[in-house]
């Protein structure tokens, strides 16, 4: 098992449509204040980000926001956070970010909430890191992504086991646990 103390969760300034991903997501961080995980994000309280950013608060988490001088300049800083920092980009503020954590979870969002994600998996597939990485699936948020992961496995552009590398649940608690639990990935991506 896993020491994960700092949690990157990356997700919308969206909220997307209906009330399943405000109240999921509101979940997810009552769930990592209770069990003490600190969490860094993008720093706005702009769609879930906002709502996660309340949620820990809420409980008395601890939450760190990382905000690219832009969106900072446009008023999108969260205004109650335990700390934030103000970086140039958003290339400085991912990097920074995964610096910070010992693994990361995505949940539902844009273009920017699966890319940050997508360069975790990709960082930990060519071992460059190894920070265990998760998909909060909400109302099947991410099965058709999924399904495209499948795909590539299928097509030889990605190993069996890579795969398998990411923890997904529809559950908080059970995918916090299967987060923790990830191991390494050590089967190499040339390995088809």
């Known amino acids: 098992m896993r020491t994960v103390k700092t949690l990157a969760v990356y997700c919308g300034s969206n909220f997307g449509r209906g009330d399943v ?37 809420e409980r008395s988490g601890a939450i760190h926001g990382v905000i690219p001088r832009g969106l900072f300049e446009r008023g999108h800083l969260h205004p109650r956070l335990t700390t934030h920092e103000i970086v140039a980009d ?11 954590a010992d693994a990361c979870i995505a949940l539902p969002g844009g273009i920017g909430t699966v890319e940050e994600f997508m360069e975790v998996w990709t960082l930990n597939q060519l071992g460059d890191i190894d920070k265990p990485a998760g998909l909060f699936n909400i109302d099947g948020f991410f099965s058709p992504f999924l399904a495209f992961i499948d795909a590539m496995v299928s097509h030889g552009f990605v190993p069996p086991a890579h795969r398998f590398s990411l923890a997904v649940s ?19 991506k040339w390995q088809l």
Request: no cysteine.
């Open 170 to 188: 529809e559950d908080p608690s059970t995918l916090i646990d299967a987060v923790i639990a990830l191991p390494p990935i050590t089967v190499s």
């Open 90 to 100: 958003i290339a400085t503020r991912k990097a920074r970010m995964l610096a910070m």
């Open 21 to 57: 991903f405000r109240r999921s997501t509101q979940t997810f961080g009552h769930e990592l204040a209770k069990r003490g995980i600190a969490v860094v994000f993008g720093g706005t309280h702009m769609g879930l980000m906002g709502v996660l950013a309340d949620a820990v608060l």
